[in-house]
């Protein structure tokens, strides 16, 4: 299709227009340039973009902050930048839920739910995203009894192919509502979001190290010792570290820190470290072991606002990989991995994160109808630079296959069609013929 150039636009079109924006994502792994960036600030813009895209023949992506390492939104076509929709809508503090628009990011909900009294009651471990990045892709946190981020969506509005708003929940467009809860964008754009929230609270956080063998084989305690619970496992020793979280009317508690300790060693010592490895990888397991002694053995407790202790610091640019399989399965993988990782020739950076996450019905979200636990593999890019990652890739996916493993949407490009699970196929199935009929 011929090229569309914005001084050919509309005056409200061109207002927001940008020719050739080159996009790059957080982690940058993935890039683009794009024929043009839009950048709305209200549906009646995004709808006018939709109708011009759909005139022309061109796909269009919506990016918020790019923090995914993948090149999900990546295209040559439009690309629509919501970052101007980020205001609150709605608030209901007997029903503890908010309406907002789909471009705030999880930082500003955070300030925002807290003005009201209220919270979400889980979260990932980073807030830059925006709330429809964290529900196209089911973005999750950790806890046996919570579900994906995409399960606190009560309704959703979505501007569709043709430029149509459609407003879906479980009593309106329910399968739409069941398939737009984790949609990757391929259903239309969202542009404002209910979610249920909770009234605000405090969490109390107890780190510990432990034996890794230790943690596997008292698995299921592990999973329920607390209302939130997370492994970070120290690939090539038997060292981790288990995350324990619960709510607490206990008074704000800092936990002591250091900067030469956090920040000196703690990043940039490390980022040194695995730039030199770069060249010696043999010294990868002997730089696991010296983080693992210098930052990670020793005890950490806080108590603090709930946005706050869930949050964690992802340091640097790094590949990322993540499947959920049913946690039930995930001792046997895990010590698969082990054996792989010590049985090859490769060495890899630490940690593996293992969290856990609820069952939902949401047709493309990792935990349909399983408790799930989430096993994240990473390998960082000092300095931005790159590191070998594909033969630890293929061996770990090829372990989460094994054992009913679904992929994180967010974190890199899957085959869905290798996929074997009939339950999976049924649904996959029903979502394309529901973009089939939304986008012909």
């Not at 999880?106 to 964290?134: F, M, P, W, Y």
């Not at 405090?202 to 999973?223: C, G, H, I, M, T």
């Not at 630890?392 to 994180?408: F, L, Q, T, V």
């Amino acid at each position: 299709m011929p090229r569309v150039r914005v001084s050919h636009l509309e005056p409200e079109l061109r207002a927001i227009a940008t020719e050739e924006y080159t996009f790059q994502n957080w982690a940058k792994t993935f890039t683009c340039t794009c024929e043009i960036l839009f950048e709305p600030s209200s549906e009646s813009e995004v709808a006018k973009i939709v109708r011009l895209a759909r005139k022309h023949g061109k796909p269009i992506k919506v990016f918020g902050s790019g923090h995914s390492p993948s090149d999900l939104a990546c295209t040559r076509g439009f690309m629509i930048n919501i970052d101007k929709m980020n205001g609150l809508l709605r608030v209901d503090k007997q029903d503890s839920t908010v309406t907002v628009e789909a471009g705030m990011t999880l930082h500003k909900l955070h300030a925002t739910l807290r003005e009201h009294g209220l919270a979400l009651s889980n979260l990932g471990s980073i807030s830059d995203q925006t709330i429809a990045g964290v529900v196209s892709t089911a973005t999750h946190g950790t806890g046996a009894e919570f579900g994906c981020l995409s399960s606190m969506v009560r309704d959703m509005t979505l501007i569709t192919a043709d430029g149509d708003l459609v407003h879906c929940s479980p009593q309106d467009n329910p399968d739409l509502f069941a398939a737009a809860r984790c949609s990757l964008g391929a259903l239309g754009i969202i542009t404002r979001i209910s979610l249920q929230v909770e009234p605000a609270f405090r969490l109390e956080a107890v780190q510990k190290p432990y034996k890794f063998d230790n943690v596997l084989s008292e698995w299921d305690d592990v999973v329920h010792s607390a209302e939130h619970v997370r492994v970070w496992w120290m690939p090539h020793t038997n060292d981790c570290v288990v995350w324990r979280a619960n709510r607490t009317d206990k008074p704000v508690s800092p936990p002591e820190t250091s900067w030469l300790r956090e920040r000196g060693v703690g990043v940039h010592m490390y980022q040194f470290m695995l730039n030199a490895a770069r060249y010696r990888p043999s010294i990868i397991p002997s730089i696991t072991r010296f983080m693992f002694d210098t930052i990670h053995s020793r005890p950490i407790h806080l108590i603090d606002e709930s946005h706050k202790v869930f949050m964690f610091d992802c340091l640097f640019p790094q590949y990322v990989n993540e499947w959920a399989i049913p946690w039930a399965n995930a001792p046997q993988a895990l010590q698969e991995l082990d054996q792989f990782i010590n049985n090859s020739e490769l060495k890899v950076h630490f940690p593996v994160e293992i969290r856990f996450v609820d069952e939902d019905d949401i047709w493309l979200s990792p935990s349909y109808k399983t408790k799930t636990c989430y096993i994240g593999v990473i390998m960082y890019r000092p300095y931005g630079n790159p590191v070998p990652y594909k033969k630890y890739w293929k061996a770990y996916e090829d372990i989460m296959r094994a054992h009913g493993g679904r992929p994180h949407w967010a974190k890199v490009l899957h085959n869905f069609k290798k996929r074997q699970n009939r339950e999976d196929q049924v649904t996959f199935g029903l979502f394309r013929l529901m973009a089939n009929q939304l986008n012909s």
